[in-house]
């Protein structure tokens, strides 16, 4: 449920069979060597140029805008690094001040201060804002789209993530990474690659095992522990006193919240009970009944179980181990429409859970 489904990594997955390579520049970069791609991009950029490098922040994005910022910084006469969307994942907020990684919302960004533009991780048809930016490079792992051109193109569809990529850019140039930018790198390469559980080649676990001795394991786990905030811990307390037990299944209504993504992390929890198979959690916010599906995935299907039975009420859909559903509380049969409760929550899926 990202909110760029283009950065979503199944559906770029998706869109991978329909590879396109119609920039020869693409053709001629993929046989090149690192170092004569360092070359080729360096020359782009003189001794005046002032570089914007936009990117969608995530980590992979930050960390690879990060190292740009590292390779160009005594070449040319300044590097900003600009976002285009909000940072609302609190991990990626705590990486960027963690790591002190200097960026700037685009908008508020006079654009005509600057002589050069680098997009990284995303490609200029990706999002609106990025369409209408005279690119001098892009450098990216998603699989080629249409409909773009830029003189420097490195695009590299079967690497885990760019981070990846920008190593290699800094390894070709002799630079060896600060902790902070290593961090950076070798957080990029964990979130993109789902821990080397999705997509990932070769390079990425080199250039990981290469980072690692450079990283600083604090910053790291910091970052990665960051998704919770203290304002959301009382939901928790409503978890535990609401949790009710059936047949290896956890279930909670949490009542009524602003925003559902303390459910998720609620539902995370409970995984972890041994011998749980089954979490079903979920909470009003606004006139909807969000519900948030966990199970083991083995012989069972969350994805299937929303899509099969909730989706009759409202959005309902996800993967085989979690899943989601967005229900108008008009929608639902009228006896679940007031007082929704724990017992409602188990009363609705008790029928459809053998
Ligand atoms: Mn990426």
């Not at 970069?29 to 360092?38: A, G, V, Y």
């Not at 978890?239 to 047949?247: G, H, I, N």
């Not at 602003?258 to 009970?273: G, K, M, P, Y």
């Amino acid at each position: 449920m990202s909110s760029n489904n283009n950065h979503c990594k199944s559906c770029s997955n998706e869109r991978g069979s329909g590879e396109i390579c119609n920039g020869h520049s693409v053709r001629g970069l993929r046989r090149l060597s690192n170092k004569d791609r360092l070359r080729t991009f360096l020359q782009l950029f003189k001794r005046d140029d002032r570089v914007l490098v936009l990117i969608v922040a995530d980590p992979d994005s930050m960390g690879s805008a990060f190292a740009i910022k590292r390779l160009l910084s005594r070449r040319v006469t300044e590097v900003v690094i600009a976002y285009c969307n909000q940072i609302k994942r609190l991990n990626n907020i705590a990486m960027r001040e963690i790591l002190k990684i200097p960026m700037q919302p685009l908008r508020g960004t006079k654009r005509d201060e600057f002589t050069k533009f680098i997009l990284v991780d995303s490609q200029p048809t990706h999002k609106k804002e990025l369409n209408n930016i005279p690119f001098d490079a892009v450098i990216d792992h998603h699989p080629l789209a249409d409909g773009w051109d830029a003189p420097f193109m490195d695009i590299r569809p079967e690497y885990g993530s760019v981070c990846t990529m920008m190593a290699e850019y800094l390894k070709s140039a002799g630079i060896k990474p600060s902790m902070a930018l290593a961090t950076a790198l070798f957080y990029g390469i964990k979130v993109d690659t789902k821990n080397f559980t999705a997509k990932a080649c070769t390079q990425d676990i080199r250039v990981f095992q290469a980072l690692f001795k450079r990283i600083n394991q604090y910053w790291l786990s910091k970052i990665e522990k960051s998704d919770m905030r203290k304002s959301e811990l009382k939901y928790f307390k409503i978890a535990l006193t609401e949790m009710k037990f059936k047949k290896k299944r956890i279930f909670a209504h949490i009542g009524k919240l602003s925003n559902a993504d303390v459910l998720v992390l609620i539902a995370d929890f409970f995984t972890h009970v041994h011998e749980v198979g089954w979490v079903i959690i979920s909470g009003q916010v606004g006139e909807k009944l969000i519900i948030i599906l966990r199970c083991d995935g083995y012989k069972k299907d969350a994805g299937k179980l929303a899509q099969n039975f909730l989706s009759q009420y409202g959005p309902a859909g996800g993967h085989k181990q979690s899943a989601r559903a967005e229900l108008p509380i008009k929608n639902l049969p009228e006896n679940f429409r007031e007082n929704f409760n724990t017992a409602s929550l188990i009363r609705l899926f008790m029928q459809h859970l053998k």
